[in-house]
């Protein structure tokens, strides 16, 4: 079993930044990560991710302005969110899978075993 904690949620500005962590369990060396959001009424959507080879790939509504990223060492996946606006509100979970591989685009919530607990992101104007 792995645990996931997300952490750095919170309230910001149009504009302002945040930086979101998700400590995991290191079972293994090998997993891909990614970093999804989900706003009420809405399907879970992903956002960002980061193969085994530290390749990371983003959505359009993101690219640019985020920055997925991890530290083996640390056993942490962050997520660096720039320029944020008030689209980007949602509860944002890690998650994590092995022997995936590919872009953001071509995954979906069923291809990921792992899920954090979600922190929340809130983005006024």
């Known amino acids: 079993q792995r645990d996931l904690v997300e952490s750095g949620g919170g309230s910001v500005q149009a504009g302002g930044s945040l930086t979101l962590s998700c400590v995991y369990t290191?079972?293994?060396?090998?997993?891909?990560s990614a970093w999804f959001r989900q706003t009420p009424g809405k399907e879970r959507e992903g956002v960002a991710a980061?193969?085994?080879?530290?390749?990371?790939s983003y959505s359009d509504s993101v690219k640019g302005r985020f920055t997925i990223s991890k530290d083996n060492d640390k056993n942490t996946l962050y997520l660096q969110m720039n320029n944020l606006k008030p689209e980007d509100s949602a509860m944002y979970y890690c998650?994590?899978?092995?022997?995936?591989?590919?872009?953001?685009?071509?995954?979906?919530?069923?291809?990921?075993?792992?899920w954090g607990q979600g922190t929340q992101v809130t983005v006024s104007s």
């Open positions: 980061i193969d085994t080879y530290g390749s990371p």
């Open positions: 290191p079972t293994y060396n090998n997993y891909y």
């Open positions: 998650a994590e899978e092995l022997n995936l591989y590919g872009t953001i685009a071509t995954k979906t919530t069923d291809d990921f075993g792992w």
